[in-house]
């Protein structure tokens, strides 16, 4: 009798809902059909001439050996500065501050160094697939806290103090959010702010989008509300700022003895992140930063783009205009048909990938997630082959 080789644990690590719908689409691609990539939640970027160059310098100086297990030295006092200015919150880059490989292993690492077995952690629902996925994997359990679409998708904070037990320890918080694009305000902040403080919960806010913001909104961070730095968890990443997905850097800022229960689990997970890697970051923190605003403005042209589409096509509205990210959630009305079904009618009739609801939580039924991290062409061909098919359903 074969030996099962993997742990029972593994059945409950989801495969991720976005990799289902491009590996459709890459069969029909292979059928030599066209499809526009709705799905991919990556900026279509090169990285900035001047962080490849600091790269490719350090590797011809010879910056190839192990780091550092919280990152160079140069690294960290660079996230610093940034999370300084931008944020307006000083952190101590010798013990408050740890390099990542990218922000998906800052949740994963801090999140192992700060649950117990069974602790319950509030997880936004419709959410970052993710977010569960790491909270399970670090022994925890994740609760589904529900969303108000029409209040921003704020946390639902009555719900949440329903859901409280005394294995409660923490909530996440996503601003700018995948998958709606919703940016949290200030009072919103403060609101949460406040409830974790009332309640002992540690708050961990994934940041990946905090530069991507339109409409001359602003972005706030928990940690930068009254008294809440040192409950609060921050996950950053360069990925989507600078358009270095494939770089794997992003960091954790949180109080001291976080970051240095996480190096405990960085040394025995990788060691440490690449090392001309964090060259590269360290140029794109303290560089120019021109590129960040020419990126986000041709983003915010694409956003109002596929928010014009969805207007023009019947059985779709966006419930809450996104204003951060490169999102938008739209939701659909098909009588007799699911977000999942009507993904696949879209990908199999329009030649569009989009991602359904359903792959955020059970609370993004009824919504699709289209990505503009695509460039302005496909954004107009892609809502034109999306109100087609949506045309077909009518018939």
Known sequence: MPIPMAA???ADIPFA??????????????????????EIGRPDFDTPAHI???????LDEGMVHYTPNLGIPALREALAES????????????????????????????LQAFLNPGDEVLVPDPGYTQFYSCVKLA?????????LTHENFAPDLSAARELLTDRTRAL???????????????????????????????????EAYDRMIYEDDKFFSPAACKDMKNQTVIWGS????????????????????????????????????????????????KG??????????????????????????PGLTCPAAPKGAFYVFAKHDVPGMNASELADHLLEKGGVAVVPGTSFGTRGEGYLRISYAISSENCREGMERIAYAMSLLSR
Request: with cysteine; aromatic share 6%.
């Open 17 to 38: 809902g976005i990799r289902k719908v491009f590996e459709k689409a890459a069969r029909l691609e292979k059928k030599g059909q066209q499809v526009i990539h709705f």
């Open 8 to 10: 029972k644990g593994m």
């Open 288 to 313: 120019d930063q021109a590129c960040v605003t020419r990126m986000v403005d041709e983003f915010d042209r694409r956003r109002r783009t596929i928010l014009q589409g969805i207007e023009n096509t």
């Open 139 to 147: 022994g925890g359990v994740p609760v589904a806290l529900p969303l």
């Open 238 to 285: 360069l990925s989507k700022t600078y358009s270095m997905t494939g770089w794997r850097v992003g960091y954790i800022a949180a109080p001291k003895d976080l970051i240095a229960a996480a190096i405990k689990v960085q040394q025995n997970v990788i060691l440490s992140i690449c090392s001309f890697a964090q060259a590269g970051a360290v140029a794109a923190l």
């Open 172 to 206: 996440i918080v996503n601003s700018p959010h995948n998958p709606t694009g919703a940016v949290l305000t200030v009072e919103q902040l403060e609101e949460i702010c406040r409830f974790a403080a009332e309640k002992d919960l540690v708050i961990f806010s994934d």
């Open 83 to 110: 999370i300084q200015q931008h944020k307006g919150i000083r952190y101590d880059p010798e013990v408050e501050i740890m390099a990542t490989a990218g922000g998906q292993e800052a949740m994963y690492i801090s």
């Open 52 to 58: 490849k160059a600091a790269c490719v310098a350090a």
